[in-house]
Protein backbone atom coordinates (compact mmCIF):
# COMPACT_ATOMS: atom_id res chain seq x y z
CA UNK A 1 0.00 0.00 0.00
CA UNK A 2 1.08 3.18 -0.81
CA UNK A 3 1.15 5.54 2.51
CA UNK A 4 2.77 8.91 1.40
CA UNK A 5 -0.61 10.19 0.60
CA UNK A 6 -0.62 10.72 4.14
CA UNK A 7 2.25 13.31 3.78
CA UNK A 8 -0.40 15.34 1.16
CA UNK A 9 -3.15 15.95 3.03
CA UNK A 10 -3.93 19.19 4.26
CA UNK A 11 -4.48 18.78 8.15
CA UNK A 12 -5.62 21.60 10.69
CA UNK A 13 -2.62 23.08 12.57
CA UNK A 14 0.92 23.49 11.65
CA UNK A 15 0.97 23.81 7.79
CA UNK A 16 3.35 22.97 5.08
CA UNK A 17 4.07 26.47 3.63
CA UNK A 18 3.50 29.80 6.16
CA UNK A 19 0.71 32.31 6.24
CA UNK A 20 1.53 35.89 6.77
CA UNK A 21 -0.35 38.68 8.37
CA UNK A 22 0.18 42.30 8.02
CA UNK A 23 0.45 43.92 11.75
CA UNK A 24 1.08 47.14 12.64
CA UNK A 25 3.53 47.90 9.45
CA UNK A 26 5.08 44.38 9.46
CA UNK A 27 4.31 41.31 7.97
CA UNK A 28 4.47 38.10 10.56
CA UNK A 29 3.78 34.32 10.16
CA UNK A 30 0.34 33.55 12.05
CA UNK A 31 2.18 30.08 13.22
CA UNK A 32 4.67 32.90 15.13
CA UNK A 33 1.90 32.88 17.67
CA UNK A 34 2.93 31.53 20.83
CA UNK A 35 -0.28 29.44 21.31
CA UNK A 36 0.21 27.40 18.44
CA UNK A 37 3.06 26.17 19.70
CA UNK A 38 1.34 24.93 23.04
CA UNK A 39 -1.73 23.41 21.25
CA UNK A 40 0.36 22.22 18.04
CA UNK A 41 3.58 21.10 19.49
CA UNK A 42 3.49 20.22 23.19
CA UNK A 43 0.34 18.94 23.44
CA UNK A 44 -0.01 17.20 20.43
CA UNK A 45 3.37 15.54 19.72
CA UNK A 46 4.48 13.21 21.79
CA UNK A 47 8.30 13.71 21.81
CA UNK A 48 7.95 17.65 21.98
CA UNK A 49 6.21 17.26 25.64
CA UNK A 50 8.42 14.26 26.59
CA UNK A 51 11.47 15.98 26.06
CA UNK A 52 10.14 19.20 27.26
CA UNK A 53 8.79 17.53 30.39
CA UNK A 54 12.02 15.74 31.36
CA UNK A 55 14.21 19.28 31.15
CA UNK A 56 11.73 20.92 33.31
CA UNK A 57 11.09 18.26 35.53
CA UNK A 58 15.45 18.11 35.97
CA UNK A 59 15.47 21.62 36.42
CA UNK A 60 12.96 22.18 38.87
CA UNK A 61 14.75 20.05 41.12
CA UNK A 62 17.42 22.48 41.92
CA UNK A 63 16.96 24.41 44.95
CA UNK A 64 16.93 27.94 45.14
CA UNK A 65 20.06 29.69 47.03
CA UNK A 66 20.65 33.24 48.22
CA UNK A 67 24.76 34.22 47.95
CA UNK A 68 26.57 37.10 48.94
CA UNK A 69 29.97 37.89 46.91
CA UNK A 70 33.05 38.20 49.43
CA UNK A 71 35.71 38.32 46.24
CA UNK A 72 34.78 39.57 43.25
CA UNK A 73 37.65 38.27 41.59
CA UNK A 74 36.60 34.86 42.52
CA UNK A 75 32.68 35.19 41.41
CA UNK A 76 34.07 36.34 38.08
CA UNK A 77 36.00 33.12 37.76
CA UNK A 78 33.03 30.95 38.90
CA UNK A 79 30.55 32.54 36.59
CA UNK A 80 32.64 32.09 33.23
CA UNK A 81 34.04 27.84 34.40
CA UNK A 82 30.01 27.48 35.13
CA UNK A 83 29.66 28.20 31.56
CA UNK A 84 32.06 25.67 30.00
CA UNK A 85 30.81 23.12 33.06
CA UNK A 86 30.96 20.12 30.94
CA UNK A 87 32.09 16.92 33.69
CA UNK A 88 32.84 16.13 36.65
CA UNK A 89 36.88 17.70 36.24
CA UNK A 90 35.92 20.88 36.23
CA UNK A 91 33.06 20.41 38.80
CA UNK A 92 36.27 19.99 41.26
CA UNK A 93 37.42 23.39 40.48
CA UNK A 94 34.15 24.69 41.02
CA UNK A 95 33.33 23.71 44.12
CA UNK A 96 36.82 25.34 45.41
CA UNK A 97 36.02 28.69 43.80
CA UNK A 98 32.44 28.58 45.12
CA UNK A 99 34.01 28.37 48.55
CA UNK A 100 36.14 31.31 47.56
CA UNK A 101 33.84 33.65 45.87
CA UNK A 102 30.53 33.81 48.25
CA UNK A 103 29.22 32.79 51.35
CA UNK A 104 25.87 31.36 51.56
CA UNK A 105 22.52 33.50 53.03
CA UNK A 106 20.98 31.08 54.97
CA UNK A 107 17.91 33.68 56.13
CA UNK A 108 16.58 35.99 53.73
CA UNK A 109 12.83 36.49 52.45
CA UNK A 110 13.34 36.21 49.48
CA UNK A 111 14.35 32.07 50.05
CA UNK A 112 10.94 32.29 52.02
CA UNK A 113 9.15 33.48 49.30
CA UNK A 114 10.89 30.81 46.60
CA UNK A 115 9.35 27.73 48.57
CA UNK A 116 5.87 29.09 48.76
CA UNK A 117 5.34 31.75 46.38
CA UNK A 118 1.69 32.18 45.91
CA UNK A 119 -1.54 30.29 48.04
CA UNK A 120 -1.92 27.72 44.92
CA UNK A 121 1.31 26.35 43.83
CA UNK A 122 4.69 25.52 45.89
CA UNK A 123 8.07 26.73 44.56
CA UNK A 124 8.97 23.85 42.89
CA UNK A 125 5.63 24.04 40.41
CA UNK A 126 6.85 27.47 39.63
CA UNK A 127 9.64 26.84 38.32
CA UNK A 128 8.34 23.79 36.27
CA UNK A 129 5.83 26.41 35.07
CA UNK A 130 8.54 29.32 34.33
CA UNK A 131 10.65 26.52 32.56
CA UNK A 132 7.98 24.96 30.35
CA UNK A 133 6.72 28.01 28.80
CA UNK A 134 10.38 29.46 27.93
CA UNK A 135 10.98 25.98 26.38
CA UNK A 136 7.99 26.14 24.30
CA UNK A 137 7.62 29.63 23.80
CA UNK A 138 10.34 31.31 24.19
CA UNK A 139 9.46 33.31 26.68
CA UNK A 140 8.44 32.89 30.81
CA UNK A 141 6.58 35.88 32.93
CA UNK A 142 6.66 35.80 36.17
CA UNK A 143 4.93 38.71 38.34
CA UNK A 144 5.65 39.89 41.53
CA UNK A 145 2.82 41.20 43.96
CA UNK A 146 4.24 43.98 45.76
CA UNK A 147 2.05 45.91 48.97
CA UNK A 148 2.93 49.40 47.36
CA UNK A 149 3.39 50.92 50.86
CA UNK A 150 5.44 49.94 54.43
CA UNK A 151 9.20 49.33 54.29
CA UNK A 152 8.82 46.41 52.01
CA UNK A 153 6.79 48.91 48.99
CA UNK A 154 8.69 47.16 45.90
CA UNK A 155 9.26 43.88 47.36
CA UNK A 156 7.21 41.25 46.52
CA UNK A 157 5.46 39.37 48.53
CA UNK A 158 3.76 36.92 46.34
CA UNK A 159 5.13 35.43 42.77
CA UNK A 160 2.73 34.45 40.08
CA UNK A 161 3.61 32.47 36.82
CA UNK A 162 1.76 34.16 33.89
CA UNK A 163 1.14 32.30 30.48
CA UNK A 164 3.08 33.96 28.27
CA UNK A 165 0.97 33.65 25.46
CA UNK A 166 -1.35 36.50 27.32
CA UNK A 167 2.09 38.78 27.48
CA UNK A 168 2.35 41.53 25.15
CA UNK A 169 4.90 43.91 26.15
CA UNK A 170 4.22 47.59 26.34
CA UNK A 171 6.30 50.41 24.30
CA UNK A 172 6.69 53.69 25.42
CA UNK A 173 8.39 55.44 22.52
CA UNK A 174 10.79 56.63 24.14
CA UNK A 175 14.92 55.90 23.31
CA UNK A 176 16.64 55.03 26.29
CA UNK A 177 13.85 53.33 28.37
CA UNK A 178 11.94 52.14 25.17
CA UNK A 179 10.00 49.18 27.24
CA UNK A 180 6.96 50.91 29.58
CA UNK A 181 5.74 47.45 31.05
CA UNK A 182 3.70 44.89 30.21
CA UNK A 183 -0.06 44.11 29.36
CA UNK A 184 -2.24 40.48 29.96
CA UNK A 185 -4.61 39.50 27.70
CA UNK A 186 -7.28 39.01 30.50
CA UNK A 187 -6.21 42.56 32.56
CA UNK A 188 -5.73 45.08 29.11
CA UNK A 189 -6.62 47.95 30.99
CA UNK A 190 -3.59 48.05 33.55
CA UNK A 191 0.11 48.18 31.78
CA UNK A 192 2.10 46.07 34.92
CA UNK A 193 5.61 48.14 35.20
CA UNK A 194 8.49 45.89 34.63
CA UNK A 195 9.50 46.47 38.14
CA UNK A 196 7.31 43.78 38.72
CA UNK A 197 7.94 41.30 35.73
CA UNK A 198 10.86 38.86 35.33
CA UNK A 199 11.10 38.38 31.72
CA UNK A 200 13.66 35.54 30.60
CA UNK A 201 13.39 34.83 26.95
CA UNK A 202 15.32 33.65 24.40
CA UNK A 203 17.37 35.89 21.63
CA UNK A 204 15.20 37.22 18.96
CA UNK A 205 16.57 39.06 16.08
CA UNK A 206 15.39 41.60 13.64
CA UNK A 207 16.43 42.02 10.19
CA UNK A 208 15.36 46.21 9.65
CA UNK A 209 13.72 49.07 12.37
CA UNK A 210 10.19 47.52 12.12
CA UNK A 211 10.81 44.77 13.69
CA UNK A 212 12.25 46.63 16.72
CA UNK A 213 9.40 45.78 18.98
CA UNK A 214 9.74 42.29 18.54
CA UNK A 215 13.42 41.84 19.65
CA UNK A 216 11.85 42.23 23.66
CA UNK A 217 9.89 39.24 23.11
CA UNK A 218 11.73 35.89 22.47
CA UNK A 219 11.28 33.38 19.52
CA UNK A 220 10.50 29.69 20.62
CA UNK A 221 13.23 27.43 20.31
CA UNK A 222 10.40 25.52 18.06
CA UNK A 223 10.07 28.73 15.82
CA UNK A 224 12.55 27.16 13.37
CA UNK A 225 11.69 23.83 13.54
CA UNK A 226 8.18 24.54 12.71
CA UNK A 227 8.44 22.34 9.21
CA UNK A 228 10.08 19.54 11.58
CA UNK A 229 6.91 19.79 13.98
CA UNK A 230 4.58 19.65 10.92
CA UNK A 231 6.49 16.67 8.94
CA UNK A 232 6.32 14.98 12.35
CA UNK A 233 2.73 15.14 12.46
CA UNK A 234 1.96 13.75 8.80
CA UNK A 235 4.59 11.10 9.99
CA UNK A 236 2.63 10.02 13.08
CA UNK A 237 -0.71 10.22 10.73
CA UNK A 238 1.01 8.03 8.04
CA UNK A 239 2.38 5.58 10.97
CA UNK A 240 -1.12 5.23 12.27
CA UNK A 241 -2.74 4.93 8.97
CA UNK A 242 -0.15 1.92 8.35
CA UNK A 243 -1.38 0.03 11.34
CA UNK A 244 -4.96 0.80 11.10
CA UNK A 245 -5.64 -0.12 7.52
CA UNK A 246 -3.50 -2.46 8.02
CA UNK A 247 -3.59 -5.40 4.89
CA UNK A 248 -3.25 -9.13 5.25
CA UNK A 249 0.05 -10.53 6.18
CA UNK A 250 0.26 -12.97 3.41
CA UNK A 251 -2.18 -14.87 0.05
CA UNK A 252 -3.89 -18.37 0.43
CA UNK A 253 -4.40 -19.21 -3.79
CA UNK A 254 -4.71 -22.15 -5.77
CA UNK A 255 -1.25 -24.15 -6.13
CA UNK A 256 1.03 -23.14 -9.82
CA UNK A 257 2.31 -26.83 -9.80
CA UNK A 258 0.50 -29.51 -11.73
CA UNK A 259 -2.59 -29.07 -14.41
CA UNK A 260 -3.54 -25.26 -14.39
CA UNK A 261 -7.44 -26.69 -13.85
CA UNK A 262 -6.61 -28.10 -10.99
CA UNK A 263 -4.67 -25.40 -9.02
CA UNK A 264 -7.63 -22.98 -9.51
CA UNK A 265 -9.80 -22.48 -6.43
CA UNK A 266 -13.46 -21.10 -7.49
CA UNK A 267 -14.51 -17.96 -6.17
CA UNK A 268 -17.32 -20.41 -3.62
CA UNK A 269 -13.95 -22.44 -2.73
CA UNK A 270 -12.15 -19.56 -1.83
CA UNK A 271 -14.55 -18.05 0.32
CA UNK A 272 -14.87 -21.58 2.48
CA UNK A 273 -11.29 -21.32 2.69
CA UNK A 274 -11.13 -17.60 3.95
CA UNK A 275 -13.56 -18.35 6.53
CA UNK A 276 -12.61 -22.11 7.67
CA UNK A 277 -9.02 -19.95 8.43
CA UNK A 278 -10.19 -17.07 10.13
CA UNK A 279 -12.62 -19.65 12.81
CA UNK A 280 -9.62 -21.95 13.29
CA UNK A 281 -6.41 -20.59 12.97
CA UNK A 282 -6.39 -16.71 13.63
CA UNK A 283 -6.38 -15.54 17.33
CA UNK A 284 -3.82 -14.69 20.40
CA UNK A 285 -4.49 -18.85 21.02
CA UNK A 286 -3.55 -19.87 17.21
CA UNK A 287 -0.72 -17.65 16.82
CA UNK A 288 2.29 -19.95 15.42
CA UNK A 289 0.16 -22.70 15.06
CA UNK A 290 0.78 -25.36 11.85
CA UNK A 291 -1.78 -26.19 9.37
CA UNK A 292 -2.18 -29.57 7.90
CA UNK A 293 -4.29 -29.29 5.32
CA UNK A 294 -5.21 -31.72 1.63
CA UNK A 295 -5.81 -29.00 -0.56
CA UNK A 296 -3.07 -28.03 -3.31
CA UNK A 297 -2.95 -24.57 -2.32
CA UNK A 298 0.20 -22.19 -1.76
CA UNK A 299 1.26 -19.22 0.33
CA UNK A 300 2.24 -15.80 -0.50
CA UNK A 301 3.86 -13.90 2.41
CA UNK A 302 3.10 -10.01 2.00
CA UNK A 303 5.24 -7.59 3.93
CA UNK A 304 5.78 -4.14 4.31
CA UNK A 305 6.53 -2.19 1.50
CA UNK A 306 9.79 -0.52 1.00
CA UNK A 307 7.88 3.07 1.37
CA UNK A 308 6.30 2.15 4.60
CA UNK A 309 9.44 0.74 6.07
CA UNK A 310 10.86 4.71 4.58
CA UNK A 311 7.79 6.17 6.82
CA UNK A 312 8.96 4.32 9.96
CA UNK A 313 12.38 5.17 9.51
CA UNK A 314 11.49 8.99 8.79
CA UNK A 315 9.38 9.28 12.00
CA UNK A 316 12.58 8.26 13.94
CA UNK A 317 14.98 10.84 11.75
CA UNK A 318 11.92 13.39 12.89
CA UNK A 319 12.39 12.75 16.28
CA UNK A 320 16.21 12.78 16.44
CA UNK A 321 15.98 16.20 14.82
CA UNK A 322 13.65 17.87 17.49
CA UNK A 323 15.72 16.54 20.26
CA UNK A 324 18.72 18.33 18.81
CA UNK A 325 16.61 21.61 19.07
CA UNK A 326 16.48 21.55 22.67
CA UNK A 327 20.34 19.50 22.92
CA UNK A 328 18.64 16.44 24.04
CA UNK A 329 20.88 13.24 23.62
CA UNK A 330 19.38 11.38 20.66
CA UNK A 331 20.82 7.56 22.35
CA UNK A 332 17.98 8.56 25.60
CA UNK A 333 15.49 8.49 22.32
CA UNK A 334 16.54 4.71 21.97
CA UNK A 335 14.75 1.89 24.20
CA UNK A 336 17.55 -0.58 23.45
CA UNK A 337 20.81 1.62 24.61
CA UNK A 338 23.15 0.59 26.66
CA UNK A 339 23.92 1.50 30.22
CA UNK A 340 27.02 2.94 29.68
CA UNK A 341 25.46 5.09 26.74
CA UNK A 342 22.12 6.25 29.43
CA UNK A 343 24.81 7.52 31.60
CA UNK A 344 26.62 9.55 29.53
CA UNK A 345 22.89 10.81 28.15
CA UNK A 346 21.61 11.81 31.60
CA UNK A 347 24.86 13.71 31.81
CA UNK A 348 24.60 15.52 28.64
CA UNK A 349 20.96 16.05 29.84
CA UNK A 350 22.21 18.32 32.61
CA UNK A 351 24.97 19.73 30.94
CA UNK A 352 23.62 21.27 27.65
CA UNK A 353 19.45 21.18 28.46
CA UNK A 354 19.53 21.91 32.37
CA UNK A 355 22.67 23.70 33.44
CA UNK A 356 21.92 26.52 30.12
CA UNK A 357 18.04 26.87 31.18
CA UNK A 358 19.31 27.60 34.76
CA UNK A 359 22.02 30.25 33.95
CA UNK A 360 19.62 31.99 32.16
CA UNK A 361 16.85 32.01 35.11
CA UNK A 362 20.28 33.32 37.59
CA UNK A 363 21.27 36.09 35.86
CA UNK A 364 17.71 37.32 35.70
CA UNK A 365 16.67 36.54 39.13
CA UNK A 366 20.25 38.37 40.59
CA UNK A 367 19.41 41.07 39.10
CA UNK A 368 15.58 41.47 40.61
CA UNK A 369 16.46 40.79 43.88
CA UNK A 370 19.62 43.17 43.89
CA UNK A 371 17.13 45.57 42.90
CA UNK A 372 14.08 44.76 45.13
CA UNK A 373 16.52 44.63 48.45
CA UNK A 374 18.91 46.88 47.15
CA UNK A 375 22.06 45.31 47.91
CA UNK A 376 24.19 44.44 44.64
CA UNK A 377 26.04 42.38 46.33
CA UNK A 378 23.56 39.39 46.17
CA UNK A 379 23.28 36.51 44.10
CA UNK A 380 20.89 33.89 43.32
CA UNK A 381 22.20 30.29 42.19
CA UNK A 382 20.51 27.44 41.77
CA UNK A 383 21.76 24.64 43.64
CA UNK A 384 23.54 21.95 41.09
CA UNK A 385 24.80 19.55 43.69
CA UNK A 386 21.32 17.50 43.48
CA UNK A 387 22.85 16.67 40.62
CA UNK A 388 24.65 13.39 41.07
CA UNK A 389 25.67 13.48 37.59
CA UNK A 390 27.77 16.56 38.20
CA UNK A 391 28.92 15.49 41.75
CA UNK A 392 32.87 15.86 42.05
CA UNK A 393 34.39 12.61 43.46
CA UNK A 394 34.57 13.91 47.07
CA UNK A 395 37.83 12.06 47.77
CA UNK A 396 39.63 13.64 45.05
CA UNK A 397 38.19 16.81 45.93
CA UNK A 398 39.74 16.88 49.08
CA UNK A 399 43.17 15.59 47.88
CA UNK A 400 43.16 18.31 45.29
CA UNK A 401 42.59 21.18 47.74
CA UNK A 402 44.55 20.30 50.38
CA UNK A 403 47.40 19.82 48.38
CA UNK A 404 46.59 23.29 46.85
CA UNK A 405 47.80 24.81 50.33
CA UNK A 406 45.86 27.82 50.35
CA UNK A 407 42.38 26.24 51.42
CA UNK A 408 41.21 26.04 55.44
CA UNK A 409 39.42 23.51 56.99
CA UNK A 410 35.97 25.47 57.36
CA UNK A 411 36.71 26.09 52.97
CA UNK A 412 37.34 22.36 52.91
CA UNK A 413 33.99 21.49 55.16
CA UNK A 414 32.20 24.05 53.20
CA UNK A 415 33.04 23.12 49.56
CA UNK A 416 31.79 18.98 50.61
CA UNK A 417 28.45 20.49 51.56
CA UNK A 418 29.43 20.38 55.45
CA UNK A 419 28.38 23.49 57.59
CA UNK A 420 31.30 25.65 60.32
CA UNK A 421 29.89 24.17 63.53
CA UNK A 422 31.80 20.97 64.18
CA UNK A 423 33.49 19.25 67.21
CA UNK A 424 37.20 18.94 66.31
CA UNK A 425 37.77 15.98 68.45
CA UNK A 426 35.68 13.95 65.84
CA UNK A 427 37.27 15.17 62.61
CA UNK A 428 40.91 13.33 61.98
CA UNK A 429 43.52 14.51 59.74
CA UNK A 430 45.78 12.62 57.64
CA UNK A 431 48.75 12.60 60.27
CA UNK A 432 48.34 9.09 61.21
CA UNK A 433 44.92 9.40 61.88
CA UNK A 434 45.09 11.81 65.08
CA UNK A 435 42.09 14.43 66.22
CA UNK A 436 42.19 17.41 65.10
CA UNK A 437 42.02 18.84 68.54
CA UNK A 438 45.41 17.59 69.42
CA UNK A 439 46.95 19.29 66.99
CA UNK A 440 45.21 22.86 67.23
CA UNK A 441 45.75 22.47 71.60
CA UNK A 442 49.46 21.35 71.17
CA UNK A 443 49.28 18.33 73.29
CA UNK A 444 50.93 16.14 71.04
CA UNK A 445 53.29 14.36 72.30
CA UNK A 446 56.13 13.59 69.79
CA UNK A 447 59.06 11.04 70.91
CA UNK A 448 62.69 12.14 70.98
CA UNK A 449 64.54 10.97 68.47
CA UNK A 450 67.81 8.86 69.13
Known amino acids: MN ?108 LDLMENPNPTMTGRQLREELFGYLLITGNSIEYAAMPGAGQRATQPVELWSVPSPCVKPVMSGSRTEPLAGYAITYNFDKVIPTQQITHV ?35 DSAQGSLFANMGPSGLISGSSQGAPEKGTLTEEQA ?79 ITNCVLPLLRKYDDMRTAKIREWYNDPKLVYLSDTDVYPELEADKIELVKWMRSAGVFSQDEIRAALGYGENYNPDSVLVPSNLVPLSDIMSGDLEVGNEM
Open 3 to 110: LLKAFQKKEAGLPESLQWQYVKGVWTPYDSKDEVFVEKAYKAIPIVQSIISKIIEKAADAQPQIMRIKDEREASKYFAYRKGLKNKDRALEMAAMKVKAFEQVDRHPF
Open 201 to 235: KYFNPVSDFQGFESSFWGISPLRSSVNLISQKRFA
Open 271 to 349: IQVNDTFRQNHMGVHNAGDIIVTPADVKWVQIGLSPVDLNILDFSKDLERQIANVYGYPSQLLEPSGTLANSSAGDTRV
